[in-house]
């Protein structure tokens, strides 16, 4: 129930703050399990991807979202809670497993199920590789696949800003189902996997207009996130070698207005003895 009023009071103030489009809506099943797929390009994806059906969409959400503190932890805590997000470990491994049971269980339910299969947000607003945890679902649920492509959303809350940004006009196109019912049962076989996974990429990437990247996006994002910290480290180092060498100028400076004064004061000296009186004495 949250989930509707959330909608209906969100619905209509973005519809005129951003005015979003979206095709395809007719390619989304109207009853029975699917697994909308997603690009990611920033967090307003949830908002806006949703908005324009009228289903729910339960997306499997990062565990962040839920284990936060203070009043902001709160507030995301209650929101995703509130409009059916379930949280997931991302670690991998088991916890890897453990969201494909709760993502099965939502589809033997009959509902949506959302999925951003590049595992994060696009760090520049290229498409990255998928990871093959969507093949599984969708081969041993046996259910559609329906790419869901966003387009420009990473305009108004790109990365780090937390402020949506006004002026954009924001799109959700949806494709037509994918069927991948020629390899059910054969959904433990890798090669099998990354060829369905690299299929609904494929399907995202034509609707959305991205370049497509065959790497992980976490990677890339790690390999950013170094770069970054080895650029503030560097300019650190600067600032410090700037500082330093101020000092040293100023230390400079200091030392030659001193030798300044006492030359000045050797010469003064020197006229007083060349006049016969103390450099001290009054006229």
Do not use: C
């Amino acid at each position: 129930m949250f989930y509707w009023v959330v909608k209906a009071i969100l619905g209509p103030i973005l519809a005129v703050l951003w005015q979003p489009r979206a095709e395809g809506v007719e390619n989304v099943p109207r009853r029975g399990a699917a697994i909308m797929v997603s690009n990611h390009l920033s967090f307003s994806d949830h908002f806006f991807g949703p908005l324009p059906l009228p289903r729910k969409i339960t997306f499997l959400a990062k565990s962040e979202y839920f284990t936060g503190t203070g009043v902001k932890g709160l507030v995301s805590r209650a929101f995703f809670t509130g409009v059916g997000q379930i949280p997931i470990d991302r670690s991998g491994g088991k916890a890897s497993e453990a969201a494909l049971r709760t993502g099965l269980r939502v589809l033997k339910r009959g509902d949506l199920l959302g999925i951003y299969p590049e595992g994060t947000r696009s760090p520049d607003g290229r498409l990255y590789r998928g990871r093959t945890g969507v093949a599984r679902l969708a081969l041993e649920a046996k259910v559609p696949v329906v790419p869901m492509a966003m387009i420009n959303l990473e305009k108004i809350m790109p990365p780090g800003r937390t402020i949506p940004k006004l002026g954009v006009r924001p799109k959700v196109v949806f494709g037509e189902p994918l069927d991948f019912s020629r390899y059910h049962g054969m959904e433990r076989d890798p090669r099998v996997l990354r060829a369905v996974t690299d299929e609904i990429m494929y399907a995202l990437m034509s609707l959305s207009g991205q370049e497509y990247v065959d790497r992980y996006a976490q990677s890339v994002k790690a390999e950013l996130e170094a770069e970054a910290k080895e650029a503030r480290r560097e300019q650190h180092a600067g600032d410090k070698d700037r500082r330093r060498a101020e000092r040293a100028k100023r230390k400079e400076e200091r030392r030659a207005r001193r030798e300044q004064k006492r030359a000045e004061r050797r010469a003064a000296k020197e006229r007083a003895k060349k006049g016969g009186q103390s450099p001290d004495s009054e006229d």
